[in-house]
């Protein structure tokens, strides 16, 4: 499928452009700048940019979107190469851009000229009615051929540079700019007034205006995207500390179900949405592969021999329970790892307090579902690993909606991180979050919502991709000490929903061993998603990687899909919050 047909921005050049990145192995925006200094003079015409940085700012986040709609694949970095010698290039476009409309300017004023002395010629002998006419107009366009030297200049001297978002909107809206440079969407245009509310950058006149408008209803605005009126409204207010996760989540398009305050808000706006019954749909279906029967029947003989006995006794009985595993090579069965966890638990049991570290918390909850998936393709990051999905988020909203003269910007530190690949080619599939016992439920929320978006990056990248796979949800988990929960995530309409699957707890004392069983019903269900999602991803990265060997040699343009893009908010300073 061509690119175009799913990408709605276009621009003088645009199919250049892809053809580039989907032709090269390696795409560099240094390269396509150096091998196109013409061409781009050619297609800036109609910029406003003014300015060699201007020039550059406008082609680097045209860039960027073109290489993320192209190559999700490839992560979103600063853009390559020295920013000074990409800047003298654009210096070099610029006088030729200039020149170029100062040509175009004289051989329009020629062109108006002849048109009107063969009229005046037409028409000679009608009485005079045109003479003076043509006069008039002969002198017209000697004013403005007089003129065009200046009128340029004067625009250089007046340096006014061309808003980052410039690619405008399609949206009929008196004062706002039309379709001079490109067309993008309303969502994206909110997303970037968001972005810089909450990164403090001042915004344009024209979105002053159009914020006025939709918050006016404005007839003409088609207003039916779902998040769209309640971020206008949150926008227009101050904001208050319940906006914030609200805003970010919104701006994000992600619906947080799993929050009954934040719902309640969000709920209204969702009438056209049919999502409750897929939801169900989807929290079933899951759980219908967690346990299996002999996995059951183990868990309840060894409640019942924990009831009767010690825990010491206990143990011992989970030895004798994995020596047929162990003579059958069986370690990699569900029944097998349910008796490996439970002997941890219970040799753990007693030693958990309400003072312990976020560290040691993290430690007991990542050393049960590291047993989950021994010997699978699956592998656990801890330590706060940097997701790579989130780093690629932040980088593209950075240069498409910020300042974009940012450095490398730093990805979302996950306390673990699920992920399959070979290679060195990891593939993220979901994060999970922990805190240590006790802690303040504003900051739970605030880790939820943190959780959330890292997520929504995540499976935003799972669907670009390969959308012909229809990722539409994964599943995740936040844990604070030992009680904890699982959701999940789905694509409903291009609005990501968060559904809560089930409670999570780790067993405390003997008793707690009966209550257990939901818990790990849960886990192996989760082990079965992931499984098979990491079959998906790791067939469709590795689809991407092939065509990539090849398109260089043959055109590939047509073998690649694109699906929309999903944005998802990071905050920008990767140094403070995220």
């Known amino acids: 499928m061509n690119n175009s047909d799913n990408v709605a921005e276009y621009f003088s050049g645009y199919n250049d452009l892809v053809q580039y990145v989907n032709n090269t192995k390696h795409p560099s925006f240094d390269s396509f700048v150096s091998g196109n200094l013409q061409n781009i003079a050619q297609w800036s015409f109609n910029l406003c940019a003014s300015n060699a940085k201007d020039l550059y700012k406008t082609w680097c986040i045209r860039y960027t979107k073109v290489v993320k709609s192209s190559k999700p694949h490839l992560k979103t970095r600063e853009v390559d190469g020295n920013e000074q010698g990409s800047v003298d290039d654009y210096r070099a476009i610029e006088k030729r851009t200039n020149d170029g409309r100062l040509s175009l300017h004289v051989e329009n004023a020629k062109a108006e000229t002849i048109i009107s002395n063969n009229l005046d010629q037409q028409l000679k002998g009608s009485g005079g009615k045109r003479k003076q006419m043509t006069m008039n107009n002969e002198a017209n366009n000697e004013a403005k051929r007089q003129h065009i030297l200046n009128d340029t200049l004067n ?10 978002q410039s690619e405008t909107v399609s949206v009929c809206s008196q004062g706002f700019p039309h379709a001079t440079i490109a067309t993008t969407t309303l969502r994206d245009v909110v997303f970037g007034m968001g972005y810089k509310k909450l990164a403090g950058i001042p915004w344009k006149e024209h979105e002053r205006r159009l914020l006025e408008e939709l918050d006016d209803s404005n007839p003409f605005i088609d207003i039916k995207l779902c998040m769209v009126p309640i971020i206008v409204k949150l926008l227009k207010s101050p904001l208050m500390p319940a906006d914030l996760p609200v805003l970010k989540l919104s701006l994000s398009g992600i619906v947080n179900t799993m929050n009954q305050s934040q719902y309640k808000r969000i709920r209204p706006y969702l009438s056209k949405y049919n999502y409750e019954c ?34 010491e006794d206990t143990i011992s009985f989970i030895d004798d329970l994995k020596k047929p595993y162990l003579k059958n090579c069986g370690r990699s069965r569900q029944g097998y790892r349910v008796l490996k966890i439970l002997e941890q638990l219970l040799e753990t049991m007693g030693s958990h307090t309400s003072t312990e570290s976020e560290a040691t918390t993290t430690r007991r909850i990542a050393a049960i579902i590291e047993e989950m998936f021994r010997w699978t393709p699956i592998k656990l990051v801890d330590g706060e690993h940097t997701s790579d999905c989130t780093q690629s988020m932040r980088q593209y909203n950075e240069i498409v ?6 450095g490398n910007l730093m990805g979302r530190r996950v306390d673990l991180l699920v992920k399959c690949g070979e290679n060195n080619k990891d593939i993220e599939l979901s994060s999970i979050e922990i805190k240590k ?13 943190k959780n959330l978006r890292a997520n929504g990056a995540i499976l935003g990248h799972l669907q670009a991709i390969n959308p012909s796979k229809h990722f539409d949800h994964i599943v995740a988990m936040d844990w604070i000490g030992m009680a904890g929960y699982m959701y999940l995530l789905a694509d409903i309409g291009h609005v990501y929903f968060g559904k809560k699957i089930g409670i999570l707890t780790l067993p405390k004392s003997p008793k707690d061993f009966i209550e257990f069983k939901t818990t790990l019903d849960f886990l192996f269900a989760y082990q079965y998603s992931m499984l098979n999602l990491a079959v998906e991803a790791q067939s469709a990265m590795e689809k991407r990687q092939e065509l990539d060997q090849i398109c260089e040699i043959i055109n590939i343009q047509d073998e690649t899909e694109t699906c929309p893009r999903h944005n998802i908010f990071l905050t920008p300073n990767a140094r403070t919050k995220n």
């Open 155 to 164: 625009e250089e001297e007046q340096g006014q540079s061309s808003d980052s």
């Open 278 to 311: 897929r939801l169900d749909e989807l929290v079933n279906r899951f759980r219908g592969h967690g346990l299996d029967e002999n996995s059951s029947v183990l868990l309840d003989k060894i409640n019942l021999k924990l009831s009767d006995s010690n825990v």
């Open 401 to 406: 909606y910020g300042n974009n003269g940012c």
């Open 437 to 449: 016992p006790l802690t303040p439920s504003s900051l739970a929320l605030e880790q939820q919502c």
